[in-house]
Nanobody, 126 residues
Framework: QVQLVESGGGLVQAGGSLRLSCAAS????????MGWFRQPPGKERDIVAT???????????DYVDSVKGRFTVSFDNAKNTLYLQMNSLKPEDTAVYYC????????????????WGQGTQVTVSS
């Protein structure tokens, strides 16, 4: 199994930026595909983005349409940490953001996840 710990949430004004981090307790490269989810107030938890492993340390990301061009997922193998860089934030981005992982190399935007972090609050003010 893998333990996930998110950090980096906070309060930011609309148009601002924030970077979330997800530290994994086990080596995830090639073994665990990962993703970011979010749950706005009063709404269901939904997918934001995923990363899937290719050859070596390469990976590719998928994003939901609402964050394309604004959010970027990246992974630091040395730190075993997944990041979500969020730019041009909007009030509708306000949510608890969760890091997740699944066994295997591939995670689509519809993949069930096996492991979850505790969540970190992101609030975007207008």
């Amino acid at each position: 199994q893998v333990q996930l710990v998110e950090s980096g949430g906070g309060l930011v004004q609309a148009g601002g930026s924030l970077r979330l981090s997800c530290a994994a307790s086990a080596r995830t490269l090639g073994a665990y595909a990962m993703g970011w989810f979010r749950q706005p107030p009063g709404k269901e938890r939904d997918i934001v983005a995923t990363i899937s492993w290719g050859g070596g340390s390469t990976y590719y990301a998928d994003y939901v349409d609402s964050v394309k061009g604004r959010f970027t997922v990246s992974f630091d193998n040395a730190k075993n940490t997944l990041y979500l860089q969020m730019n041009s934030l909007k009030p509708e981005d306000t949510a608890v953001y969760y890091c997740a992982a699944k066994r295997g190399m591939i995670a689509t935007l519809r993949s069930p996840m096996d492991y979850w972090g505790q969540g970190t609050q992101v609030t975007v003010s207008s």
